[in-house]
């Protein structure tokens, strides 16, 4: 049941946003161009139940996480998942609020920030140059 209610869920939540979508295209001027839905609340967000928007929290319907799945049960959690660009882009956006609140954002921050920046661009850089890196490894032939 739980299955039904969240794909009618999303249904309708498409609905809601072709049809906002035609009403913001009869409202454009002409010429004038907007990508879909790209800067909006997601369509689950509702400020009457949520309250002020954040962008770090999940709207959708939640689903059992991960660590709780038994290995039978994961290639059904694995196509449930929405594989769109949009989705993946939220996932990735979410994931950088969530580490900007609790290492950029609090009143006294560290030099966490700073030091996750200099690890990432190492491994970056390590990344590219794998190439030339490789070829400089010492080989013994016997």
Known sequence: MNHIQRFYDRI???IKNASKNFQDRLDRP???YK???????????NPKVHGPYNPARFY??????????????????VKRRN?????????FSRAYWRWSHQYVQPKRSTAAPLIHYIAGMMLIFYIMNY??????RNYKYH
């Open 35 to 45: 990508i879909d839905n790209i800067g909006d609340y997601p369509c689950e967000y």
């Open 83 to 91: 594989k769109s660009p949009k989705a993946i882009a939220g996932l």
């Open 60 to 77: 959708g319907t939640p689903d059992t996480p991960f660590s709780q799945l038994k290995l039978c049960e994961v290639t059904d959690w």
């Open 131 to 136: 190439g030339k890196i490789i070829r400089e």
């Open 30 to 32: 002409a010429g004038s």
């Open 12 to 14: 309708n939540c498409h």
